[in-house]
């Protein structure tokens, strides 16, 4: 089992920035990718950034170069910088960690971007 908490959401005005912060605990040893997703009422959630444990990244083309995703083994942390914030930017953000082909998600943290 693996416990995820995220941490960092707010109200931002556009152009301003963020950084969420994920927290795992339990077996991280069996985790093998954590990623960031982000879901509006209404719609599918969507992938917003991804990270293997040898440090592989991806990103769709809607938040490619504003967003950084980057993990602290260490701290069983993984962490998203978002810069250059639109209001479309505005969801729930739920931090996923793959595990032995299981997914885990956090709680969510609530990121508001105001124009």
């Known amino acids: 089992q693996v416990q995820l908490v995220e941490s960092g959401g707010g109200l931002v005005q556009a152009g301003g920035s963020l950084r969420l912060s994920c927290a795992a605990s339990g077996s991280t040893y069996s985790i093998n990718a954590m990623g960031w997703y982000r879901q509006v009422p209404g719609k599918q959630r969507e992938l917003v950034a991804r990270?293997?444990?040898?440090?592989?990244?991806n990103y769709p083309d809607s938040v490619k170069g504003r967003f950084t995703i980057s993990r602290d083994n260490g701290k069983n942390t993984v962490y998203l910088q978002m810069n250059s914030l639109k209001p479309e930017d505005t969801a729930v953000y739920y931090c996923?960690?793959?595990?032995?082909?299981?997914?885990?998600w956090g709680q969510g943290t609530q990121v508001t971007v105001s124009s």
């Open positions: 990270i293997t444990t040898s440090g592989i990244t």
């Open positions: 996923k960690g793959e595990a032995g082909g299981w997914p885990y």
